[in-house]
């Protein structure tokens, strides 16, 4: 499976923006989906998650209110929504997929998602 993240790009401090994740092959509605980012020096850190079927969704707790996970199974997408930006949102945002969940299962772990987009950069000026 391949995934192709885009939307990133340079916005101002309460701005949105909308992330997409294209998924090919055929496990995508089997896995459960994961965005991630990285900020320069820092670790990769999760950010939203999302069960096979939607049923479940996950966020890192500083990011609830602001950030909304979706999925189109029909299409095999994954998507973000990030409303009112900060600058500490700046980073490469990744989104991934993990084989191993059960259908209503998710997880925060990087190493649980065993395969990775190549990154979409968002960068947030104040």
């Known amino acids: 499976v391949q995934l192709q993240a885009s939307g990133g790009g340079l916005v101002q401090t309460g701005a949105f923006l909308r992330l997409s994740c294209a998924a090919s092959g055929r496990t995508f509605s089997n896995s459960a989906m994961g965005w991630f980012r990285q900020a320069p020096g820092k670790e990769r850190e999760f950010v939203a998650a999302i069960s096979r079927g939607s049923t479940r969704t996950s966020y890192a707790d500083s990011l609830k209110g602001r950030f909304t996970i979706s999925r189109d199974n029909a299409k095999n997408m994954v998507f973000l929504q990030m409303n009112s930006l900060k600058p500490e949102d700046t980073a490469v945002y990744y989104c991934?997929?993990?084989?191993?969940?059960?259908?209503?299962?998710?997880?925060?772990?990087?190493?649980?998602?065993?395969?990775w987009g190549q990154g979409t950069l968002v960068t947030v000026s104040s």
């Open positions: 991934a997929g993990d084989t191993s969940r059960g259908y209503y299962s998710l997880s925060d772990r990087p190493n649980s998602y065993d395969y």
